[in-house]
């Protein structure tokens, strides 16, 4: 969620407490961003001994800054629309919240509670890995890697999964702020420096875990959704400690640096899927709103069919050439 969503027309309970416009957060601790990816980048230079995961390359990062540039003008523009739709929602909202430091620890949760919605279903539905796939498509993992976003986001619909919070009764720019907040906690969790950190392990979502989450071995596909928290993906089954080294990646891997192809090649692969004659509407239905793997299953199923159809055909031609050979008097070849 982009921080420069509208601002509100007169000053607010968060707006004076913070001193300064809260859309503006992310903006505001870009500095500290850059500073964080350069100390990375240091320490892993001098270590010398870092995975090739871990190190940063001119095109790797040069992509993933362009990948955010994307993402946040297609954000801008989706803001337009976005804030209509909150204040909307706001305006017939379930409770009036007071804004207190309860209030606000609650809302932090709640919006932790759809972030992992959010994250799970951006895996699990094809439509909507059209534009996290972008998120995963590196094979390395750092801070940068935080800044491979989509420019397709507002397409699949990220805002709608905080609509419920703003109609519970949190006002919108609160929503936004808090969403933020969980994003630019996340950022610091793309490391490969920080080693599993304890207690905290079973509460928040660590480096440790995000590491296993953007894994492409067979144990870690689909796991550890969390924003900040991990508790909803050890309530709902979807955790996983990490273990073995992850390797970084998607399950069809794409081999390019190009941004606009990184943002679209599963978008373009969807569609040439669909296209496939042979399919009955159900799937074509699965195909947009099922797992993506069940793309893969129907390529598989339609290549055996293929190759199933043509020793038929073969074993039909070789039957029909005996037959004529008998005809003919002549023994068949063995």
């Known amino acids: 969620m982009n921080p420069a ?63 955010a540039g994307l993402y946040q003008a297609s954000d801008v523009l989706a803001a337009l629309f976005t804030i209509i739709v909150y204040n909307a929602f706001f305006d017939i909202r379930l409770f009036d919240i007071p804004f207190n430091a309860w209030t606000v620890a609650l809302l932090f949760v709640v919006q932790d509670f759809f ?45 709608l999964f905080w609509l419920p919070v703003v109609l519970i009764g949190f006002p919108p720019e609160s929503v936004i702020f808090a969403v933020a907040i969980s994003l630019a906690y996340q950022f610091f969790i793309h490391t490969q420096l920080v080693g599993k950190l304890g207690r905290l392990e079973w509460v928040l979502n660590t480096p440790s875990h995000h590491r296993a989450h953007h894994g492409r071995n067979q144990q870690y596909i689909d796991r550890n959704y969390g924003g900040i928290l991990i508790i909803w993906d050890r309530l709902f089954g979807t955790f996983v400690a990490e273990q073995t080294t992850p390797r970084y990646g998607i399950p069809d891997q794409i081999d390019t640096h190009n941004p606009l192809v990184l943002s679209f090649h599963e978008w373009n692969a969807m569609i040439r899927d669909l296209r496939s004659p042979e399919l009955t509407a159900g799937q074509r239905l699965q195909l947009i709103a099922g797992p993506p793997e069940r793309a893969r299953l129907l390529r598989d199923t339609q290549r055996q069919g293929a190759e199933q159809g043509e020793r038929q055909g073969k074993g039909a031609g070789l039957v029909g050439q005996a037959k004529v050979e008998r005809v003919k008097g002549i023994e068949p070849s063995s």
Request: proline share 6%; glycine share 2%.
């Open 5 to 67: 969503l509208a601002t509100s027309p007169s000053p607010t309970p968060l707006t004076d407490l913070l001193g300064f416009d809260p859309h503006l957060i992310t903006l505001a601790l870009a500095p500290v961003f850059i500073l964080a990816m350069a100390a990375e980048f240091w320490h892993l230079h001098r270590q010398g001994c870092a995975s090739e995961s871990a190190r940063y390359t001119w095109a790797d990062t040069l992509s993933n800054m362009t990948l």
């Open 115 to 159: 972030y992992y919605w959010f994250h799970r279903a951006h895996h699990r539905i094809r439509l909507l890995w059209c534009s996290h796939v972008v998120h995963h498509s590196s094979r390395k993992l750092n801070l940068s890697t935080a800044f491979r976003q989509s420019v397709t986001y507002p397409l699949t619909g990220m805002w």
